[in-house]
């Protein structure tokens, strides 16, 4: 059997194993040829290009204008490097005493003739009220002097455009109908603030700016200021519309101080004197305007040529005023112990405070008062006389022409000399941010007066 196996095993033919097949992805695929991927061609825009246009060849310089050149930035090197100099040296101390001397007796006065209102007139009866509320900005007003004083003033001169635009844009804003902001005072509207925490008017910061600005403006001109085309008509224009932003408030006392101080500032300028008189007769024609045509004013006018005529309405206040100073007589009736300040007087802290001095000092102390401020007057006058120059000059002329015009406008209506008009005493009358303006204008003066020229003894 096993031999027929084997022999069958060996008549069988031997099949070959079978190829082993490859999975359907290992296959050989033909091998395409790849296209080559298109090109993108971009698309080209003409743009139209300005033609450059070559540069024009300055003109060299000869010798003897580049000497000049030379010479004049050697020289304003120079001013700088001693302004720098001068600026640290000493404020005019009479001027500065003359300040404190009248901020702190404007200080005791407003404290004796404000405790009745205050006490009658404040929610928690606080006598000191007002005193209090003064005191806090005379504090400041004073810090803000000696800082001011020791800036270089010639810094002001890149204050005076921005500071002007800001005021127009404050007036413009104050005398926008229905501002939440704007405060109207028995019918004026001349105040920015929120409730009682604080009110400034904006008038206040259009006197200065008028002032910074026109120095500076004023300073540069010189000849100039001759003509009509540059020394009068842009500064009549820039008056006339910041005074009567100031007038529709209304508020006739501060436009009247803007157009003084403008006005005085133009003349010392160098103006013509045509143009003054001139101007002096358009004010004429404004203010009979203003006082016998408007109606805001034409009563004030009647009744401040006869207050007597109805002294418990529309003359009241004056006829009140009069009766006040007639009472001090020569010597007063002593400080503190005024009795017209009991509610009879209207506005004695503030406005009519001059009639309370005059009830309590008497003529003698009033006229020392007086006399303190023609004293303040005068040494300003003088800083300016001898600053260094002439914008330091101009500028002083501005601040010093504001507290005289004031002072004398709010002296005269009190004494019925002037119609009656909301007018402040300076560093007396209440208004805590008017002080610390008024002071700071104080810190100019004294800014300059720290590099006025030397003076001869005696």
Known sequence: MAARGSSAARREPQRRPEPQRRPAQQRRRPVQAQRPAP???????????????????????????????????????????????????????????????????????????????????????DPTYWFVRQGVFAVMGVAGMLFIGKINYR???????????????????VAIPGNPVAVTVKGATRWIGVGELFNFQPSEIAKMAIVIYFSDSISKKKDLMRSFRYGVLPYAALLVVTAGLVAIEPHLSGAILILGVGAALMLVGGINWAWVLGALGAAAGMLYFALFVVGYNTSRIQYWLNPWADMKDKGYQLSQSLITIGSGGLLGVGLGKSRQKFLFLPEEHNDFIFAIICEELGLIGATIIMLLFAALILRGYWIALHARDRFGSLLVIGVITLIAMQTFLNIGVVTGLLPTTGISLPFFSYGGTALSIQLAEMGVVLSVSRQMKPTKAG
Request: net charge positive; hydrophobic share 45%; proline share 8%.
């Open 39 to 125: 090109v993108r061609q971009s698309v080209v825009i003409p743009f139209p290009v300005p033609e450059r246009r070559p540069a024009k060849r300055r003109r060299p310089l000869s010798r003897e204008e580049a000497q000049r050149r030379q010479e004049f930035h050697l020289r304003q090197l120079a001013l700088e490097e001693e302004g720098k100099e001068l600026a640290r040296g000493p404020i005019d101390l009479p001027f500065c005493l003359l300040v404190l001397l009248l901020m702190s007796i404007g200080l005791v006065m407003l404290l004796s003739a404000s405790f009745p209102s205050a006490y009658y007139n404040t929610k928690n009866n």
């Open 155 to 173: 810094r002001f001169r890149g204050l005076a455009k921005s500071l002007l635009y800001v005021s127009i844009f404050l007036l413009v804003f």
